[in-house]
């Protein structure tokens, strides 16, 4: 199993969260972005830069990562490519997309979308919460264990 992150867009709590993970357990942790980020010098921890563009790193992301690989993400479309090519997606709050799940979420951004098109003030998403952020390193843990025999 190796670790890709969508580091466009990525908290910086919760890259602290993977960085420790990925020298705990010596997975390859690749950070992909179109712009610099910064990272900690680790034999595990890698950055791809990608050209600017729209979706340039999910694409490179998708075209890299092997089945039973794991995608941070909150984009929703990138997540469905995850799980229709049999790897795990896990969202900064936690949420592992699944084959059961994926599609609902889906319709929701779907929909949210058109609300915006028409006018629909929706807001974004909350700031992260602390149990944000212990729910996804729960679910990271049980990834890493489940996957990697780690910890």
């Known amino acids: 199993m190796k670790i890709w992150v969508?580091?466009?867009?990525?908290?910086?709590?919760?890259?602290?969260?993977l960085y420790k993970a990925a020298d705990r357990t010596g997975v390859e942790l690749t950070l992909v972005a179109d712009r610099f980020v910064r990272i900690p010098p680790s034999p595990t921890i890698k950055f791809l830069r990608v050209r600017s563009g729209m979706d340039a790193a999910d694409n490179e992301i998708v075209k890299r990562m092997d089945l039973g690989d794991l995608v941070i993400t909150s984009d929703i479309p990138l997540a469905a490519e995850v799980v229709e090519r049999e790897g795990f997606a896990l969202s900064p709050r936690g949420e592992l997309y699944s084959a059961e799940n994926i599609r609902?979420?889906?319709?929701m951004r779907d929909f949210m979308d058109s609300l915006r098109a028409s006018g629909v003030e929706t807001g974004g998403p909350p700031a992260l919460s602390r149990n944000d952020n212990k729910k996804f390193a729960s679910?990271?843990?049980?990834?890493?264990t489940r996957y990697t025999g780690s910890f």
């Open 6 to 17: 969508d580091g466009d867009a990525c908290p910086v709590v919760i890259k602290d969260i």
């Open 104 to 107: 609902d979420r889906l319709s």
């Open 139 to 144: 679910q990271l843990d049980k990834l890493l």
